[in-house]
DNA sequence: ATTGTAAATGATAATCATTCTCATTAAGGA
DNA sequence: TCCTTAATGAGAATGATTATCATTTACAAT
């Protein structure tokens, strides 16, 4: 079992069960994000069948850890978990395939900075998503574009 | 009335009727994000009372005609609107007043632009929004904080 | 101006993601 | 192993948003 689930979990003062271990290890193993009905459906086809509040309860707790982020990916209506690998926040959400991709640096940072002293204005808080398609879901895009012609 | 207003409804090639006037007239010259729910009620409380069904219908349509933006204000649970002043979709958002600010420069299309080679990633969208007290609100927030003391 | 027609609106019911409740179960320190 | 407290499960409740459909309105053509 990945040794950083556990780390993560103990270092935000929570309990290790088998719901938070199941639910984080999908994230983290898997380097997607997934949205609370999309985890509860693929934990019960592994035959881990928890309940739903449970699932939201985990999420909602992950996130308020900082372990975990949300976001609307557009048009899906719901909100969608990602593990932030120590506070990063700033990745590439694939639509096609709901891989993650870590982005090398963080271009916001020193901007907010900028903006901090140019407009007067106290920052508390941002969101910076880019949605896309991932390298292999380009590719497959691309395809379906040439069948279609 | 605004001529701007008018604009931007014939551009979309949507009807101009009282209702797109007024709220389009309410976010732009307000200046400020608002929740439908808070425009339903600045409308009734103006004595334009139109339908909250019809306040949704008009905001989802002006978004996706890219008039307006939106986004969900970290920790009010519902989604706010925006005008986005000719595409312009980077902005200030205070969390105390509502106030939004445009932002002179745009920070992310040079950068996203580097993440497509870099990363081989076909962006689709990307959303940067800022959280803040705007200057007012920053003064009485520095105020309230004194008077505890 | 009047009319015709398709689109917009209003009122309310329906939907559906998320949260709450509370009885039961499990984690982990003593 | 026991005890205490927190976590979980199941289903009800909530509440923001969407759908329905009868009525009204915008606006192009007459």
Known sequence: MNPVIEEQLKQAGLKITRQRTAILSLLIEGDVHLSAEQIYFALKTKGEAFGLATVYRTLTLLEQAG??????????????????AGGHRHQLLCTGCGRIILLKSCPAEAFLKAVE?????????????????????????GQEERHVH
Chains 1, 2 share one sequence.
């Open 117 to 141: 002293e140019e407009y007067d204005f106290a920052v508390t808080g941002h969101s910076f998503e880019i949605f896309g398609l991932c390298p292999d879901c380009r590719k497959k895009a």
């Open 67 to 84: 372990i975990l982020a949300k976001t609307e990916i557009p048009g899906s209506g719901r909100q969608s978990y990602f593990y932030t």
